[in-house]
């Protein structure tokens, strides 16, 4: 179900930086895993980062590690998706999604979230 919404992508250069962020009319995301994921064409979908409802721990794909930064802003229903020293690798759409499974984050290939935005595209490009 798409109870998410995604936005922030755009057109950047490498090096640069984005921030995506991730919001619900519907779902109290503070009471959610919220994992981000993205998929590049012809590749298969990658979890980039996750956050866990229980105790906020993060966790992020060594893709993404070190450039990468994961946050909740409970006031406004919203996380955000934090990058900087953006590769051409990195193009992709990028999706946010939900679940109450703690367990699911470290995100693993085969864990599926319940609930998914309709994705914002990234492009990284001179």
């Known amino acids: 179900q798409l109870l998410l919404a995604e936005s922030g992508g755009g057109l950047v250069q490498p090096g640069g930086s984005l921030r995506l962020s991730c919001t619900s009319s519907r779902l109290t995301l503070k009471n959610y895993v919220i994992g981000w994921f993205r998929r590049a064409p012809g590749k298969e979908r990658e979890g980039v980062s996750c956050?866990?409802?229980?105790?906020?721990?993060?966790y992020y794909a060594d893709s993404v590690k070190g450039r990468s930064a994961i946050s909740r802003d409970n006031t406004n229903n919203t996380v955000y998706l934090q990058m900087r020293s953006l590769r051409p690798e990195d193009t992709a759409v990028y999706y946010c999604a939900a679940t109450l499974r703690d367990s699911y984050c470290p995100i693993r290939p085969d864990y599926d979230y319940d609930y998914w935005g309709q994705g914002t595209q990234v492009t990284v490009s001179s």
């Open positions: 956050i866990r409802s229980d105790d906020n721990r993060i």
